[in-house]
């Protein structure tokens, strides 16, 4: 069985001969270990295959480019990037990231003559196709290949409206909202579009709708803003492949909508942060009609656990997700410089393999 075949298998809430295993990571830990297994390339796929992963799925395309500096235009060390979203290069103790500064609608003049960049134009986006197209010649036979367009909807309109603003706007502007959001599920369901024709297998759209112990919105305004908005892109996309498969990331505690992500057809959840939400009971509740990614704790585990601490809870989530299929294993979010970050990463992909071997069905032991 290769890692298609797995992935497949368990995305059909059946047992392979173990759980799927795939990560995510900084570009800094992903040059420490490329260093560890020998991988010179520059293809994040080439280190994902080395690693050992099943599914690969680093790259990210559409309006979340705006957490990056490709492409973009620098002026007195700040970047404008083609959204018109003004951010800064942050540097920290090992590593670095962008933050954004100004939002281009800040003003709500500003929207009357505001124009999304074209995704069928875009030069950042067209070299991005071509990297999935040689990707998905190179790994589509063997490997899962996901196309990420996260920040579809609710954080898009973050980035460009701001976000405390839009939290106002919700209430007091929303025909704003509307338009807004429509503009950017219409934007994305292009990009998606296009990576769907390409091959991709999985794909990854998502907004952070969670906090660590609550719902950033309420589930009524999710339910009223953003479920239309994904249902619409679930259909459509369908509507150019059958058997594309959707994933949806989500950070924080998101347990009141899941019914509701059940019912507009999605496939599998996204990271399933841990702290946040109860694996036990989504596992029981919805564990025949959803898949589950990812579990691995980032804020506590892998960056300060010691080397037994991560083999427990490596073998606790492979049991309590992967029982009977439905599962692929990952850390939650992007593992991060920290002390012990590397070398847990790397303990990490051990317990996996160690204890990831189906039995009759179960998991973990």
């Not at 991988?39 to 480019?65: Q, R, T, Y």
């Not at 063997?142 to 409206?161: D, K, N, P, Q, S």
Request: glycine share 8%; hydrophobic share 35%.
């Amino acid at each position: 069985m290769n890692s298609k075949e797995r992935v497949l298998t368990v995305l059909d809430h059946k047992t392979a001969d173990r759980v799927p295993i795939t990560n995510r990571y900084t570009p800094e830990i992903a040059s420490e270990l490329a260093n560890i297994v020998g991988v010179k390339s520059n293809d994040s796929f080439d280190l994902e295959v080395a690693l050992g992963h099943d599914m690969l799925c680093m790259k990210e395309i559409g309006i979340v480019n705006s957490y990056k500096v490709e492409c973009n235009q620098k002026h007195d060390g700040e970047y404008v990037d083609e959204y018109g979203i003004v951010k800064r290069l942050v540097e920290y103790d090992g590593g670095s990231y962008m933050e954004i500064v100004k939002n281009p609608l800040e003003n709500l003049d500003a929207w009357s003559s505001y124009r999304f960049p074209d995704p069928e134009q875009q030069p950042i986006l067209r070299k991005q196709y071509e990297e999935f197209k040689r990707s998905i010649d190179k790994y589509g036979k063997t490997h899962v290949i996901v196309g990420g367009v996260t920040c579809t909807i609710f954080e898009g309109a973050e980035m460009l409206r701001g976000m405390s603003r839009l939290f106002v706007d919700f209430l007091e502007n929303e025909g704003f909202v509307n338009e807004l959001m429509d503009q950017l599920m219409h934007y994305h369901f292009k990009v998606g579009k296009k990576l769907i024709e390409l091959g991709v297998d999985v794909l990854y759209i998502g907004d952070d709708a969670g906090a660590q112990r609550s719902m950033l919105i309420s589930p009524d305004m999710w339910r009223k803003y953003l479920k239309p908005r994904y249902d619409y892109l679930f259909r459509e996309w369908r509507k150019i492949r059958k058997d594309i498969i959707f994933a949806f990331h989500t950070d924080g505690h998101v347990e009141p909508i899941v019914p509701d992500f059940v019912d507009i057809g999605l496939d599998m959840l996204n990271p399933i942060q841990p702290e946040c939400m109860n694996d036990e009971r989504l596992k029981r509740e919805f564990g025949r009609k959803l898949s589950f990614w990812g579990g691995i704790n980032v804020q506590k585990t892998i960056p300060f656990g010691s080397a037994a601490e991560v083999v427990a809870e490596v073998r606790e989530k492979l049991k309590t997700y992967g029982t009977d299929g439905g599962f692929i294993i990952s850390c939650a979010h992007n593992v991060q410089p920290n002390p012990r970050s590397v070398d847990n990463t790397m303990i990490y992909y051990w317990a996996c393999r160690r204890y990831g071997e189906y039995r009759n069905g179960q998991v973990g032991d």
